[in-house]
DNA sequence: CTCTCCCTT
């Protein structure tokens, strides 16, 4: 919500102001801790001259009713989102401040100044390569013999402006101690207002308006008509030449490609109304950006063979046959849409394969399309193959292109072949069975994800994760390296993919236009997209994405075998409960099979585990409990409510429309029992099978967070006599696929993350899943043979809930790195071509957080921090902290600290632990000596958990990010780190990647910056108490947004029932607004929130909590199912406690609060 | 007093 800023509220403000400095003096006072800067001493001043402060206030309050018209006329016609609105009166308030603070500060501070160079902006182009420009200001210690000569020389190439009057600016001098982050004075206009710093080239527009007014609703730049504008305006790749101090080389390619760019700067030019200035800048400009890609083609040329091609084929080997030519005519949409090679010479690479390779492969429906593929993919640059599972599609249309000479270094097309997967173990797995039906060509294929490859300088078919490959259009947009790209799985729709077939639509076009040009050296770049579903109108109807029209789209049948699908009549609410009920009676009557069961959760896998192996014999005698309580499925509870009433009567079956099926799924929904028994008889005899009574239970659990080796039990065959039982989460439905599975029960739910864009708050959520998951869940049943899947809700509920296919993921998750990643490479960000374009205001969020982070400028350009940002693996935030901690000369520590925190689950929760008291099956029921063992069990589980959550918090002073980097330090001593995960809780899975990522970033930082730190050593100490100080701070400049206050020592405390008795009851308040108006207004208690119980801070009393807290997420656990009337609390989870001082000095250095807000604005934006 | 599905550079 907009603050609105009558005199009176202002007046008001001020005054609670200055009782807040009262009380964060206080809370500040035992800050014992090491400031990044000896701030503290000018802070103290600061308040001192709390009177002076409120001038400030005054004359801001003054400028602001000014101002303020200007803004709400703007928001008016512009601005409907609240958040805009927040943020660019934010500001305008900021610029103001900059102003007053500049003006003040050039009265007597101009020696200071001179080692001062802005934080963000086009100017700090100019600034060596050597160091972020953010170093200066927060150090501790200065670097000695660096700067000084040549800040000096800056000082001088940009005198400051000094045109506005100072009669204000003297009124109140000592504001300038607020104005500590300034780094240089912004210029005025003649009505006074700032003026934002732009590249000279810019200069012309922006000159002499207001930063606010002139940016329109600052997206609006990027329409894709404006692509290449956009495109080449982006500072990423610019500054990258820049730097590489390789200018005279630049010019020479710019002007070069000047020449040659005629027809395409045509297009550009349609706007008659600019003058010749502006044209001739804006094709300079626009030349720019082909200059760069013109750049990066000459920078591989060596790669590229010259002009001494031979199109000869091959001698032949003796079982060659030549392709049988094309017998039927082409289908219309296999027509040439680009220029038809007519003289296309034939080529082939000879592949020599086992008989038994080649008799599979002729089973595969995809191969018989191999003519019809080939033929589409030679005469249009995008072809969209469309084959169901089963079809062969991924393993096959790779060697098609391998085979027709893609990827052969003397062919007409000697670029790679690359296939990109969403999943590392895909793109492994495809790899290695590629290269042995490639048989003598074995050696050609290969792989690469993130942490490990296998390429070599034969590589011919690289198959990769999408990320690897979006990292190398970011080196080299125009894929030198390939001559095709295959994206498989298409249809999952992940933001990689999406994001890679945006970029790749431009790349083919580019590569098409260099091909035109000179064909000898440059070859056109072919884009073969794959989809198992037939949801792929987002790609063909797409003109955005396709230019040229519609692509193509070749179909191959899938081979699977049969499943049919048994709707339930009705819909239950308790899932769980059903799902036991149905499993029980499947396993009693269903023939010998595996079976695939899919629950949504963890918990609900444990929990059903447990009761089918209480119920049943299970072969897992380790696991057998001696004290047996049976549960028939009779007894359980059948009060659940129903959702809905299926219609009995057109009860959904599959085209088999077998009756005697559909009676079985009858007897196994029937509630009654007597149903059962008559089918149990029908089935048995139809199936042939009369032992499955005798049958043992093999129940396996699968989820992602389950160990590898736990997880690769589901492959082995079980034991003999029994029935293996996979519970498995979603991991089941596409990453893994389990062998001998023949019925699959299908809860049709599935949890989802939900995060809310508004408020932050993220929950988990239990929803349908969608009409393909469901198929596709189903389908799991028919890998080995015809198959049977029961699901656990009515037709009509799956025709009138479901969705048709899962939204894509880019439209609900955050988007600051897919952002960030798009601005560095100087892509479009709104006219970027997505196949389904995102959320604005989930653009917007993700360039306010840019924005906060100093990646991007006020006005929408990525900064050469953003830009170093981008360089690293990481989300930016973590990029953000990694950069600061380099900054700080604590480069070690901090890549450990990032590692930390990007690995997810780094310390298993105590609620995962099973440490809960079992609730009693039945109230009668007499304690066992089993239940005591248990007992026991539990207690020493916890004991010795508290005992290593202890030893990672030894010196981390309440700061949970320490506890998680000390975890990391001491992994990184220990021999077998498997065992220490064991003994300490901790997730071996991450905390290998942690390590990894460790190895990866300390060889990036040492790339970029050479003296940052030695080479990579494993073993790293657990940080000093002044590092640990440093660090937390460090780690709270990527979170600089996402602060929380104490709310007794907000100026208008809240009212509570009763003092919070616990650390986890005292409600606490974030900067930005936790909850929705309309749920504040409802229940005021929702706008705090609260501790999570796992944090550090949790085990504090309440009187000894810290005033401020610097949090990495906001949780909602979802409503309980039990007590409906209130609603769970959201919870913080802390990353460390901050004081005031470190919070200023942390903020000052972001373009958010770089000019120095005064003191109390970031509580004044809590309450107000 | 929590109550994490699945991916990835």
Redo the contacts with the bound molecule.
């Keep these: 919500m907009p603050p609105k800023f009558t005199p009176r509220q202002r007046k008001h403000k001020v005054i609670a102001r200055q009782n807040q400095n009262a009380a964060l003096d206080n809370a500040s006072a035992d800050a014992n801790a090491t400031e990044i800067i000896p701030e503290e001493q000018r802070l103290r001043n600061e308040k001192k001259a709390a009177l002076k402060n409120e001038l400030v206030a005054e004359i801001k309050g003054k400028m602001s009713g000014k101002k303020k018209k200007r803004l709400d006329k703007y928001v008016e016609t512009k601005l409907k989102k609240e958040e805009n609105l927040v943020l660019l009166k934010k500001l305008a308030e900021q610029k103001m401040d900059t102003t007053l603070l500049r003006r003040s500060k050039n009265m007597g501070e101009s020696t200071q100044k001179k080692r001062e160079r802005p934080v963000e902006g086009p100017e700090e182009f100019h600034s060596e390569s050597g160091s972020g420009s953010e170093d200066e200001t927060v150090r501790e210690r200065p670097r000695p013999g660096k700067g000084a000569k040549k800040a000096v020389a800056s000082a001088e190439e940009k005198p400051a402006a000094h045109t506005a009057s100072s009669a204000e600016a003297k009124s109140v001098g000592s504001a300038g101690l607020f104005g500590t982050g300034l780094k240089r004075p912004l210029e005025v206009d003649e009505s006074g207002k700032p003026v934002i710093q732009v590249r000279k080239r810019r200069k012309a527009k922006a000159k002499g308006k207001p930063v606010v007014i002139e940016e329109e609703v600052p997206w609006e730049g990027f329409n894709s008509d404006e692509d290449e504008d956009e495109e080449e305006s982006g500072s990423g790749p610019g500054s990258a030449s820049e730097e590489s101090g390789g200018s005279e080389e630049e010019d020479e390619s710019a002007s070069a490609s000047d020449d040659s760019e005629e027809d395409s700067e045509e297009e550009s030019s349609s706007d008659t109304s600019e003058d010749e200035n502006d044209k001739s800048a804006r094709k300079e400009r626009s030349n720019a950006f082909k200059a760069w890609a013109t750049t990066q083609r000459n920078e591989a040329i060596g790669f590229v063979p010259t002009n001494n091609l031979t199109y000869a084929i091959p001698p032949q080997p003796k079982n060659f046959t030549p392709r049988a030519p094309e017998s039927d005519p082409l289908p219309p949409e296999l027509e040439t849409k680009t220029a038809t090679d007519a003289t296309r010479k034939a080529y082939s690479v000879a592949v020599e394969r086992t008989p038994e390779i080649q008799e599979a492969r002729l089973q595969l429906p995809v191969v018989a399309e191999e003519q019809k593929i080939m033929e589409a993919i030679h005469n249009n640059d995008v072809v969209v193959v469309w084959g169901a599972t089963g079809s062969g599609k991924t393993t096959q249309v790779p060697q098609f292109l391998y085979e027709a000479g893609y990827g052969a270094p003397d062919g007409p097309t000697p670029g790679m072949i690359g296939v990109t997967q ?5 793109a492994v797995s495809m790899s290695k069975r590629v290269g042995d039906e490639l048989g003598s060509e074995k050696a050609k294929v290969a792989y690469q ?3 490990d490859t296998s390429t070599s300088a034969k590589t011919a078919v690289k198959f ?5 490959l ?2 190398e259009i970011s080196q080299d947009f125009i894929l030198t390296k390939y001559s095709a790209i295959v994206i498989d799985e298409a249809h999952e729709r ?1 933001v ?1 993919t999406d994001i890679l077939i945006g970029m790749l639509s431009r790349i083919v076009d580019l590569r098409a236009d260099l091909a035109k040009k000179d064909p000898k050296k440059n070859k056109p770049l072919k884009l073969i997209i794959m989809s198992a579903t037939l949801r792929i109108s987002d790609f063909t109807d797409n003109k955005r994405l396709f230019r040229q029209g519609p692509p193509p789209l070749l179909k191959a049948e899938g081979r699977q075998y049969e499943v049919t699908n048994h709707f339930a009549r009705k819909t239950q609410r308790d899932y769980v409960e059903e799902m036991f009920r149905k499993v029980c009676r499947g396993h009693r009557k269903l023939p010998r099979g595996g079976m695939l069961v899919f629950l ?4 609900e896998i444990t929990h059903l585990a447990k009761r089918l192996r209480q119920t049943f014999t299970s072969s897992q005698s380790k696991e057998v409990t001696t004290g047996k309580v049976q549960i028939s499925p009779e007894q359980t509870s059948l009060e659940t409510e129903d959702i809905e009433l299926g219609a009995n009567k057109d009860d959904y079956h599959d085209d088999d429309g077998s009756d005697s099926d559909d009676s079985i799924i009858t007897g196994l929904d029937n509630d009654e029992d007597k149903d059962e028994f008559e089918d149990e008889g029908g089935f048995d005899i139809e199936e042939g099978e009369t032992e499955s009574e005798e049958l043992k239970v093999h129940v396996l659990p699968l ?3 389950l160990p590898t080796n736990q997880q690769m039990r589901v492959f082995d065959a079980p034991p003999e006599g029994s029935r293996l039982i996979v519970l498995a ?3 089941a439905e596409t ?2 696929t389990i062998p001998g599975i023949r019925y699959v029960f299908d809860c049709g739910r ?4 939900k995060y809310d864009l508004t408020t932050g708050v993220q929950t ?1 959520e239990v929803g349908w899943i969608s009409k393909a998951s469901a198929n596709q869940r189903a389908g799991r049943a028919g890998r080995t043979g015809p198959g049977h899947c029961y699901r656990l809700y009515s037709s009509a509920v799956f025709e009138r809930d479901f969705d048709e296919y899962a939204e894509p993921e880019i439209m609900r998750t955050p988007l600051e ?1 897919v952002v960030l ?1 798009l601005k560095s490479m100087g892509a479009p960000v709104l006219g970027f071509p997505f196949p389904t374009p995102p959320d604005r205001t989930n653009l917007q969020k993700a360039e306010n957080l840019l924005l906060y982070l100093g990646a991007v400028s006020l006005d929408g350009k990525v900064t050469k921090l953003g830009h170093e940002l981008s360089l690293y ?3 930016p935030r973590f990029a953000r902290i990694l950069v600061m901690g380099v900054a700080q000369n604590l480069t070690a520590q901090t890549i450990a600290l990032v590692a930390a925190l ?1 690995a ?2 780094l310390i298993t ?3 995962k632990l099973g ?1 809960r008291e079992p609730p009693l099956a039945d109230p009668s029921h007499i304690r066992t000596e089993q239940d005591n063992v248990e007992a026991e069990e539990r207690s020493r589980l916890r004991k010795a958990y508290n005992k290593a959550l202890a030893k990672l918090a030894v010196n981390a002073k309440h700061s949970d990010c320490i506890k998680l980097n000390n975890a990391v330090c001491a992994y990184a001593y220990e021999s077998d780190g498997d065992a220490f995960c064991e003994d300490m809780f901790l997730n071996a899975k991450a905390m290998r990647e942690a390590g990894q990522l460790r190895q990866q970033l300390t060889s990036i930082v040492r790339a970029h910056r050479p003296t940052a730190l030695s080479a990579y050593q494993t073993k790293l100490p657990a940080p000093s108490s002044s590092e640990v100080n440093l660090l937390a701070q460090i780690c709270a400049a990527g979170f600089i947004d996402q602060i929380a206050l104490r709310a007794d020592l907000a100026p208008i405390p809240p009212e509570l029932p009763r003092k919070p008795k616990t650390a ?2 005292v409600p606490y308040l974030t900067l930005f607004s936790s909850t929705s108006q309309r749920a504040s207004k409802e229940d005021p208690a929702r706008q705090y929130v609260y501790l ?3 944090s550090l801070l ?1 085990r504090t009393p309440p009187a000894k909590l810290p005033a401020y807290i610097i949090y990495s997420h906001l ?4 409503p309980s199912t039990v007590d409906a009337t209130t609603s ?2 959201t ?1 913080m ?1 802390p990353l460390t406690p901050v004081t005031r001082p470190q919070i200023v000095n942390i903020a000052l250095n972001t373009p958010l609060l770089q000019v120095g807000k005064p003191k109390g604005k970031i509580v004044e934006r809590v309450v107000g």
């Design positions: 969403p999943r590392r173990v895909a994800i993130r942490f990769m994760t999408d990320g690897v979006l990292r992940s990689n949504t959760g963890q918990n989820y992602s967070q989460t979603n991991v990453s893994l599935a949890k989802e993350k988990f790195a990643q693996p990481l989300n990007s997810p689950e929760p105590e609620n440490l986890i009851d999570h119980p796992s949790a949780q909602r656990a979802a769970p609390k919870r989870h």
